[in-house]
């Protein structure tokens, strides 16, 4: 079973819109990160949240993290055609190991 | 800034054919792991390694192998190489497992006919 999974197979907005994206997993993690996939690349973390925090902010992205829910969810305001990828949720168990959702594809058109 | 490279970019075996693909870092990290990414869907472990000389089976070791003889380099194997293994590998670097963020290559696009 997928132990982390984002809840939107794909988002549009336009831009200068704000957006939000949500995972929800189901194991005890030690952190979660989000990171964003451009097409043709490998991704890059855009944020990492420990278990022990409730957010985190870098510049427009803020994450927020739900223990009790097992849920996160990632924000990104004033969005740019730039901002068009792939995000995906990771979790990180007590291994180091790294269980990566299916992503959710985002569209920001002009 | 970290720097991963893998090759090759693009790659089509045969059924039955013997694959490598290699993964060169620059940041001297302990840690480097093999994912593959099937389309629509997220990354998946492979193989992962702590050092030189070490590897680790990830969640879907079956029909790959992998080695580390550097620091640098991590490679990975697929001896008899099947049509359900076309996917894009993706090759990544970590500090350590606590830092948990890892640095990813381009990937390599694999079709095996």
């Known amino acids: 079973s997928q132990l982390a999974e984002e809840n939107s197979w794909a988002l549009s907005v336009h831009e200068g819109e704000s957006v939000t994206v949500n995972c929800s997993y189901k194991?005890?993690?030690?952190?979660l990160q989000w990171y964003r996939q451009k097409s043709g690349k490998g991704p890059a973390q855009l944020i990492l949240?420990?278990?022990?925090?409730r957010e985190k902010r870098n510049g427009r992205l803020r994450a927020t993290l739900d223990t009790s829910s097992q849920s996160s969810s990632l924000s990104i305001t004033a969005t740019r055609c730039e901002d068009t990828a792939v995000y995906f949720c990771?979790?990180?168990?007590?291994?180091?190991?790294?269980?990566f959702g299916d992503g959710t594809v985002l569209t920001v058109k002009p | 800034e970290a720097a991963v490279t893998q090759s090759p970019r693009n790659k089509v075996a045969v059924t039955g054919g013997k694959v490598t693909l290699s993964c060169n870092q620059t940041?001297?990290?302990?840690?480097m792991y093999w994912y593959r990414q099937d389309t629509g869907h997220g990354l998946r472990l492979i193989h992962y390694?702590?050092?030189?000389?070490?590897?680790e089976k990830g969640d879907i070791p079956d029909g790959y192998k992998a080695s580390r003889p550097s620091q640098e380099n991590f490679s990975l194997i697929l001896e008899l190489a099947t049509p359900s293994q076309t996917s894009v590998y993706f090759c990544?670097?970590?500090?350590?497992?606590?830092?948990?963020?890892?640095?990813f290559g381009p990937g390599t696009r694999l079709t095996v006919l």
């Open positions: 990544a670097s970590g500090v350590d497992w606590s830092s948990y963020e890892q640095y």
């Open positions: 194991t005890s993690i030690t952190a």
């Open positions: 949240i420990r278990s022990n925090e």
């Open positions: 990771a979790t990180a168990t007590n291994t180091g190991k790294l269980t």
């Open positions: 940041n001297n990290h302990n840690n």
């Open positions: 390694s702590y050092g030189a000389g070490s590897t």
